[in-house]
């Protein structure tokens, strides 16, 4: 239930939205001009490949979509369920996301794919975890969801009818979120190549370090079941 997402969880659905917006531009922009952050075009393109008899490109767009999936199965191993709880493991998935992300950086300065797929499995777990903490409400690195979520209320406002206004103040967040990502990030790759990366792995690594200390200064509250 949106209208029971706690404060943190709204300011932590907007920043991880900001990293998936970077990291995802940093795709686009580099070597391989792919998107990391979701898997629909990657999985077209795996299609095309694979009828095209493109081995090598239909391999290397394979392990794409393996390393984010990859990232999601790591996420599920360790947070577990949908039921958000403080002192849950969130925080140690945000440190691996930062790690990952800083690891890929000087393989993409090499220009080694294994950069892109440390970074799809980064977008992975991230998404995974979202999802898990707040019962697949919250997608942080696509936007198809919080787009199609929006026409629908807009389609229900034309109608007259009511409009969750949470749900709606949460799409404009992720999408804000993610739009502010792509911005910043173009930005610094112009200066600053593949280690605009670096960025979001602060980031992330902050919000787990923020996270773990919130929940130190906390009684472990009891669960809230958003599914």
Known sequence: MISRLPRWVWAGAWLLALVAGMINVVGLLGFEHGAVSHLTGTTSLLGAALARAELIQATQLFLLVFSFLAGAVLSGIIIQDSTLKLGR?????LFLEAILLMIAVPLLQRQSHLG??????????????????????IRTTHLSGMFTDLGIFLGHTIRGLPVDKRRLQLCFLIISGFLCGGVCGTFIFARSGYAT???????????????????????????????
Do not use: W
Request: net charge positive; aromatic share 14%; hydrophobic share 45%.
């Open 89 to 93: 493991h969130y925080g140690f998935v």
């Open 116 to 137: 892109t797929y440390l970074a799809a499995c980064a977008c992975g777990l991230q998404n995974a975890m979202v999802s898990t903490f707040s019962g697949a409400v």
């Open 197 to 227: 990366l670096y960025f979001p792995a602060i980031l992330t690594g902050s919000a787990a370090l923020g996270y773990t200390l919130y929940t130190l200064s906390r009684k472990p509250s009891s669960a809230v079941n958003l599914s």
